[in-house]
C-alpha cells in the first residue's frame, strides 16, 4: 500500500486528509510539524509527503529544502493556503503545489499524478 505523510499545523486539517486519504487507499500518517515530519521520514519514509508551509517552528519551505538535500527521491506536494507561496522559487524544489481547498478532487488527483510520474503507484 502506498504510504504518504501529511505535514500540517492544524489538527483538524490533519484530520480530514487522513479520513479522505485512507478511503480511497492510502495509508496515511500525520505529523503536525516539520521536524517531527523530518523525524518520521528519518526512520520510515513514505512513498510522498503532502506538505502544508505555514507550520510553527521550522516552516514548510525550509522543511522541503532539508527534504530535497537528504531525499530528493521523495516526492513533495505542497498545500497551502496561500497561493502566493507559488512565486517562491524555493516552492519550485516540490513536484506539485496545491491551494487548500474543502474539496480535496486537486489535492487527490496531484497526489495520484506525482505518485505515477514517480513510478511510486
Known amino acids: 500500500m502506498t504510504k504518504l505523510l501529511v505535514v500540517d499545523d ?3 486539517i490533519r484530520k480530514l486528509y487522513e ?4 478511503r480511497v487507499g492510502y495509508e496515511v500518517e500525520t505529523a503536525e510539524s516539520a521536524e517531527e515530519a ?9 512513498d510522498l509527503v503532502v ?12 522543511c522541503l529544502r532539508t527534504i530535497m538535500e537528504t531525499r530528493r527521491d ?10 502566493t507561496y ?14 487548500k481547498s474543502a474539496d480535496l478532487t486537486e489535492l487527490k488527483t ?7 510520474s514517480r513510478g511510486k503507484l
Open 38 to 46: 523530518l523525524e518520521m521520514i528519518a526512520k520510515a519514509p513514505p
Open 10 to 12: 492544524e489538527r483538524n
Open 74 to 83: 521523495l516526492p513533495v506536494v505542497l498545500n497551502s493556503a496561500y497561493s
Open 110 to 116: 496531484k497526489i495520484k499524478e506525482v505518485l505515477e
Open 19 to 22: 479520513s479522505e486519504l485512507t
Open 86 to 99: 507559488k512565486q517562491d522559487f524555493a516552492s519550485w524544489m516540490a513536484d506539485a503545489y496545491v491551494v
Open 51 to 62: 506538505l502544508d508551509i505555514r507550520l510553527e517552528g521550522m516552516d514548510g519551505i525550509d
